[in-house]
């Protein structure tokens, strides 16, 4: 699977960057450009820490199966490599093969605010729609505190929706240096200017989700998706009856086919507005269209081709298990020092 050439990795003083996907459903071009692609390009400068974050999945344990989980897992380790996350250069593994994220959260739970949790507006969203509600739903973002924490993390990439998350983990990691001791890196989250919310195709009112990209045809276009479910989403792509195509005054779905093309293709504002000026919105599509064949055929490619070795993959993420793991225990030796817990001392 090597692709033969050699790229050096940030050594181990460099700032860390750490993200992860949960993984359930289908992996769209949202996460690609507002996570993914940023993951990528931020591999040379960076000491890069990548986790498919399986934990998370268990917050409503109904949804999904055992034989489920552990099929997206792969599933997403290929789309991660796939995408130009280099395991050269960067670390990507399994959150619960690192034993030290459950037990980091446990302990960052008896610091964190009740009151904090139940503000956060996904927690709000999601248990409006549930009957029952699982406490590992509302706990949800001290684990996420705890992933990003433990490795003194500097820069998170994220998407716009998990800034209010970023925020919260700055809040604990405060909160508990008041309580005992400064022990952890204040993060900052790394959020694009332009792309960090793409919106649903079919209703650009809300953003676009794996979980109904998985469940609806038309909602999203998923990174490994045929040409011909790329085109018919495309062109099916709600839009509205007028002819401007222009960043500002458009509607909210002509917003969302520019802006998907403005990233991907790396043109300015004023260059995207010229080249469709009078074009009519089934050109804007079609470029579109082209332009996401483009990105997507290399990365569907490579990844029907790791799916084809497992072990491949099961090496790559054991690997990075190993490689992260020294640095979440010291991370934890330290709060359990300050915190008095652990191995007692003379």
């Not at 505190?145 to 716009?160: F, H, M, N």
Request: glycine residues 8%; charged residues 25%; proline residues 5%.
């Amino acid at each position: 699977m090597n692709d033969g050439r050699t790229h050096s990795r940030p050594d181990a003083g460099s700032p860390v960057v750490f993200s992860g996907v949960q993984p359930t459903g289908k992996m769209h071009i949202g996460n690609y450009i507002g996570a993914i692609s940023v993951w990528a390009e931020l591999q040379a400068h960076y000491r890069n820490i990548f986790c498919i974050v399986d934990l998370h999945a268990l917050t409503i344990p109904e949804a999904i199966s055992a034989d489920y989980l552990r099929a997206k897992v792969r599933e997403y380790a290929a789309l991660y490599i796939a995408c130009g996350i280099d395991p050269a250069r960067s670390a990507i593994f399994v959150q619960s093969h690192v034993p030290a994220h459950s037990e980091l959260a446990w302990l960052l739970n008896c610091v964190s605010p009740v009151g904090w949790l139940e503000r956060m507006t996904q927690y709000k969203t999601k248990s409006a729609s549930l009957e029952s509600v699982s406490m590992g739903l509302l706990d949800y973002p001290v684990l996420q505190a705890a992933d990003i924490l433990l490795y003194q993390t500097k820069l998170v990439p994220v998407g716009e929706d998990q800034k209010q998350h970023i925020e919260l983990t700055r809040d604990i990691a405060q909160r508990f240096a008041h309580l005992y001791k400064s022990v952890f890196t204040i993060p900052e989250p790394f959020i694009r200017q332009s792309g960090a919310r793409i919106m649903g195709l079919d209703d650009p009112q809300i953003k676009m989700s794996k979980s109904l990209g998985e469940r609806k045809a038309g909602h999203a276009i998923g990174l490994v998706d045929s040409p011909d479910t790329i085109r018919k989403a495309v062109k099916e792509a709600v839009t509205d009856p007028g002819r401007n195509i222009t960043f500002e005054g458009s509607s909210p779905g002509i917003l969302n086919l520019l802006t998907i093309y403005e990233v991907l293709s790396g043109e300015n504002r004023d260059e995207i507005e010229a080249r469709f000026e009078g074009r009519g919105y089934g050109h804007l599509k079609s470029d579109l269209i082209d332009l996401l064949l483009t990105v997507l055929t290399p990365i569907r490619t490579k990844y029907e081709d790791l799916m084809k070795d497992r072990n491949y993959i099961d090496t790559i993420l054991d690997k990075g298990a190993r490689e992260v793991e020294p640095m979440a225990k010291a991370t934890l030796t330290a709060v359990h020092e300050v915190m008095g817990c652990g191995k007692l001392t003379p």
